[in-house]
């Protein structure tokens, strides 16, 4: 496992926040002195160090070796994932390597994903959740919005290549806010 990937200042990912971001991907690790020293020098302003992944960050059982090797002490971590695997999230988040998450969820909440979200809930860890805008309708996102209630922001994507229609997209707006008055379209 490497990082492939990393980006000082990102605003967009999760909105409101400042986060720097590493990508991780299979691989030999590079040196990772100087992603460690930008960090320990930005980390006062900082949000969180964003943990994102080709496939899935949780796809790597041996990804807190990454995290450790260039978070500096204090800075949070915030894991951008799909939730394919709760048992990975479980241990980072008990052994205090993430401490908040944003759930990518497709066109429905799958069972691994909910165990996600019931273990940042157990932990006192907040979460986010991101959908794509094109692949819901408010009778989709309804069953979604209320697994996701106590997220700390839903987050509603919106593709350039798949266009959505104002009143779509109010509608959507609508359903997010049954479980969190933070909603933001990117």
């Known amino acids: 496992m490497r990082i492939s990937d990393f ?7 999760v909105p409101d926040k400042f986060m720097s971001v ?13 992603i460690r020293t930008t960090l320990e020098q930005d980390k006062d ?4 160090l964003g943990v994102a992944s080709d496939t899935d960050p949780l796809d790597h059982p041996d ?3 990454a995290i450790k090797s260039v978070r500096p002490r204090g800075l949070k971590v915030l894991i951008i994932t799909d939730g394919r695997d709760p048992a990975v999230l479980d241990d980072l988040v008990g052994a205090g390597y993430v ?19 019931s273990i940042m809930q157990d932990n006192g860890c907040r979460f986010a959740v ?9 009778a989709t996102l309804a069953p979604i919005a209320s697994a996701c209630k106590g997220c700390s922001m839903f987050i509603i994507r919106l593709e350039k290549d798949r266009p959505v229609k104002r009143s779509e997209l ?17």
């Open 63 to 65: 990804l807190y070796k």
């Open 170 to 186: 109010s509608a959507l707006t609508s359903v997010a806010k049954t479980c969190t008055w933070n909603v933001k379209t990117a």
């Open 22 to 34: 590493i990508k991780i991907s299979s691989g030999e690790a590079p040196d990772r002195e100087d």
């Open 7 to 13: 980006s000082r200042i990102d605003t967009v990912t």
């Open 45 to 48: 302003s900082l949000d969180y």
């Open 99 to 117: 401490h908040a998450m944003d759930l990518l969820i497709g066109k429905a909440l799958t069972p691994e994903q909910a165990e996600c979200i």
């Open 130 to 138: 991101t959908i794509k805008a094109s692949e819901h309708n408010d």
